[in-house]
Structures are given as structure tokens and as C-alpha cells.
């Protein structure tokens, strides 16, 4: 049986307790739920592709990732755009097994934009349940440091990927136009639709701590936290049965 606590344990290691309890504590949940609440009528609930009306597997795959917001001296973030498919998204991915967090968005990062990252801080994780996969994504935000070669695996040279620097309001404000596509009935693949709220909300969440943080002599600090919207303390994942991590 997936022993969560072990698991914890490991993935934490080189995190101090104050970084530990800011990740435990800052929540943001994602399913189904989440996209119908958003729409306005039972009529355009209605319109939900059927997947978001399916309920979560029993026993569904978990899958832990780590994923960083780059902030560069002209207080611009890293995206990743993908030319094949017309999106965008925040770095990193899949926790391999023994991995830390640390390790993990370490090497994601240096894979997915060829940069070493420093003065690493957890900004929270957000937690998704869509149907047969349960995810947990680890934000992190840091600086760039030395450029050096991007190294992609296969499925992900096909998307094409170009590196953009923006400010972190015209971001998401890009991420915020794929939404009201969703209210608009433009529905993106129902994967998609996760990836682009998860995206949204870490932005929002990072925007609204880092204005915050500014003014409190760079101190970061999660005073503010019970004020956002849908954000959840939650401080023992629901009663599943998790599957062992599916790798990327």
C-alpha cells in the first residue's frame, strides 16, 4: 500500500519546517467541480464535455511534479510556449522515484529551459483530481542563474517549445484568455483544461504573494493566505488508495 508519510518525508528533505508547513498549508483544489461551478447556468453545465461530469476513480494513478516560476531582474517570468500546439505552461514536470523536491524542480528546470535556478522558495502546491489521476504539483519560484542546453524527451520535442520572458500580469492574463474560451464554449482537451487553471491559479497566487512580499521588507509571507479564494488548508490528502507515482 502507498504509504503517503514515507513518501512525504522523502520528498521534503533539504526543506526547512517553515518551507514544509507553507507547502502543507497552501492548498488550491482542481476537479471537476471546480469548472462547473465557474459556468453560470445549469444550461451551460449541460455543456460540459462528458468527462467533467465523470467521477474520480476509486483507485486512481497519482502523480507528484515539481514546477517553478523564474523570475528574471526585470521581473519577468519563464514560459514555455509550444509552437505545434499553441499553449503555454510553467516549467517542469514528473518527480522520478528518490527524488526530493528540491532535486526534482533542480533537474526539471535545467531540462526544460537550460537554466540553473537559485534562491529557491516554495510558493504552495495545487491539488487535482481528474477522474482516473490524482496530481499533486509542488510550485516552487526562483532566479536564473547560468544558460546552458535544453534536453527534451521525445513527446516533448514535438511540442516545439520556445522559452518566452513576460511580466507576470500579461501572463496571466494570456492564461485568463484560455479560460473564458471554457465560458465561451471553446472547450481545449479536457487535460487542457486542468493544465491551463493550474497554471492560472499559481500565477494569480504567485502575483498576489510576491506584490505582498515587496512591501514587507522581502519578507515572504503567507499572512494573507485564508483570504484567497477556493484555496483550502488541507492537511491530510482525502482517503484514496493511491496508485505508485506514474513517471512522465
Known amino acids: 500500500m502507498y504509504?503517503?508519510?514515507?513518501?512525504?518525508?522523502?520528498l521534503y528533505t533539504g526543506l526547512t519546517k517553515s518551507e514544509i508547513k507553507k507547502i502543507d498549508q497552501t492548498f488550491f483544489l482542481i476537479n471537476n467541480s471546480y469548472f462547473k461551478n465557474q459556468l453560470e447556468n445549469q444550461t451551460l453545465h449541460n455543456s460540459l464535455p462528458?468527462?467533467?461530469h465523470q467521477q474520480t476513480e476509486e483507485k486512481p494513478i497519482r502523480r507528484d511534479t515539481a514546477r517553478c516560476i523564474m523570475l528574471n531582474s526585470n521581473h519577468e517570468i519563464c514560459l514555455l510556449y509550444s509552437r505545434a500546439k499553441d499553449y503555454f505552461a510553467i516549467p517542469g514536470g514528473g518527480i522520478e522515484p528518490g527524488e526530493t523536491l528540491l532535486q526534482a524542480v533542480n533537474r526539471e528546470i535545467l531540462e526544460e529551459t537550460g537554466y540553473t535556478i537559485d534562491n529557491i522558495k516554495p510558493l504552495g502546491k495545487i491539488y487535482e483530481e481528474r477522474?482516473?489521476?490524482i496530481t499533486n504539483t509542488f510550485f516552487f519560484y526562483a532566479s536564473p542563474?547560468?544558460?546552458?542546453e535544453t534536453h527534451y524527451m521525445q513527446d516533448?520535442?514535438?511540442?516545439?517549445?520556445?522559452?518566452?520572458w513576460l511580466p507576470v500580469e500579461q501572463a496571466i492574463k494570456n492564461f485568463e484568455t484560455r479560460f473564458q474560451d471554457l465560458k465561451n464554449h471553446q472547450f481545449p482537451s479536457y487535460k487542457g483544461s486542468f493544465i491551463n487553471?493550474?497554471?492560472l491559479e499559481a500565477l494569480k497566487y504567485f502575483h498576489?504573494?510576491?506584490?505582498?512580499?515587496?512591501?514587507?521588507?522581502?519578507?515572504?509571507?503567507?499572512?494573507?493566505v485564508a483570504t484567497l479564494t477556493n484555496l483550502?488548508?488541507?492537511?491530510?490528502?482525502?482517503?484514496?488508495?493511491f496508485l505508485p507515482l506514474s513517471l512522465k
Open 3 to 10: 504509504n503517503k508519510n514515507i513518501m512525504q518525508n522523502d
Open 145 to 148: 542563474l547560468t544558460k546552458s
Open 156 to 164: 516533448e520535442l514535438e511540442e516545439d517549445y520556445q522559452l518566452v
Open 232 to 241: 483550502k488548508t488541507r492537511p491530510h490528502d482525502k482517503a484514496h488508495e
Open 131 to 133: 477522474n482516473n489521476r
Open 197 to 199: 487553471v493550474r497554471n
Open 50 to 52: 462528458t468527462e467533467f
Open 208 to 224: 498576489q504573494e510576491t506584490n505582498f512580499w515587496s512591501k514587507q521588507d522581502q519578507s515572504f509571507c503567507m499572512k494573507n
